[in-house]
């Protein structure tokens, strides 16, 4: 169990190769001070791809020394995501991050057919939050990839997340299916298919992880709210991951947490093959950050 986002920094093997990150259109000043931050913990070995003069300029601004760093100077933005995003194809690169590029930019790289990072599978955003109020920390998903996921892709969003976090060694993660109430009402989608998740993952549909729902917020994180409820569950007050009902609830519960709560958070996008650091542009410089090391976990 972590508390912390600088605890998974002990998981990573420094005897064993560094990953390679490729940086898409890297004259941002977040994403560079984190890339440079990881390259000199001996994290990751980066490839800044973008514009050779602008991420200079702000490296040379922050006192960074670039020698030794792999720079492919392209200035356009899309066509930086094509390389970016090659490199990770082609096995010249392990981990996709988002530098100065707008989100749908960077996707449409990653779902191309010819030379994208698609699997099959699902993709879905995870984020790994440490707030002060909570015991160890929590995986909210999905708050920016799936608009309103029906129920197998709820699975699939499911299955990503747990199968993440049974690499850090949580073996059998506790998700909260939220709903705005905790009985089943069939007026409401939500609380439907929250159990449905839950009697599927029951007769082991949904495997390596232990699922409860219909939860409200509160009794998914206090077992104190659940207890008060009358509500018996094992996830109840000790979840490892929130699966929201949709991406409105999912983007506000994260604004939420970070901007009034001040939780600290690190987010990739699973279900690609490989990790992608797709962060918020007004995420900051720690965040980043913390989103390469789960990532170099991935």
């Known amino acids: 169990m972590f508390k912390h986002l600088n605890e998974l920094q002990s998981l990573i093997d420094k005897s064993k190769p560094r990953k390679r990150l490729a940086l898409a259109v890297s004259q941002d000043a977040y994403s560079l001070d984190a890339v440079y931050k990881a390259y000199k913990a001996g994290i990751i070995e980066p490839v800044l791809v973008g514009s050779e003069k602008l991420t200079n300029e702000l490296a040379n601004q922050h ?39 707008p989100t749908p930019v960077l996707l449409k790289g990653v779902l191309n057919k010819k030379w994208g990072l698609r699997t099959g599978q699902l993709l879905s955003h995870f984020s790994f939050f440490e707030v002060n109020t909570y015991h160890k920390l929590i995986g909210v998903t999905d708050v920016a990839m799936n608009i309103a996921p029906n129920l197998q892709e709820k ?14 060694g949580i073996k059998r993660p506790k998700v909260a299916v939220l709903g705005a109430i905790e009985m089943v009402n069939e007026n409401m989608q939500a609380t439907l298919d929250a159990a449905l998740l839950s009697k599927m993952n029951q007769r082991d549909q949904i ?72 962060t918020s542009r007004s995420d900051s410089e720690e965040s980043k950050f913390d989103s390469i090391l789960l990532a170099a976990l991935g």
Do not use: Q
Not at 250 to 272: D, E, I, Q, R, T
């Open 63 to 101: 006192g960074y020394d670039l020698n030794g760093i792999s720079i492919i100077d392209e200035p356009d933005p899309e066509k930086a995501v094509e390389i970016a995003v090659r490199m990770v194809h082609d096995g010249r690169a392990d981990i996709l991050m988002k530098g100065k590029v």
């Open 155 to 168: 699975i699939a969003i499911i299955n990503n997340s747990v199968t993440y976090l049974n690499k850090l």
């Open 207 to 278: 495997k390596n992880c232990i699922i409860d729902g219909p939860l409200a917020f509160d009794n998914a994180v206090s077992k104190i709210s659940a207890k008060n409820k009358g509500i018996n569950s094992e996830v109840a007050g000790d979840t490892d991951i929130l699966l929201m009902p949709d991406i409105e609830v999912g983007n506000v519960l994260y604004k939420s947490l970070v901007w009034f709560a001040k939780a600290k958070v690190a987010s990739l996008v699973l279900g690609a093959s490989a990790p992608i650091i797709l």
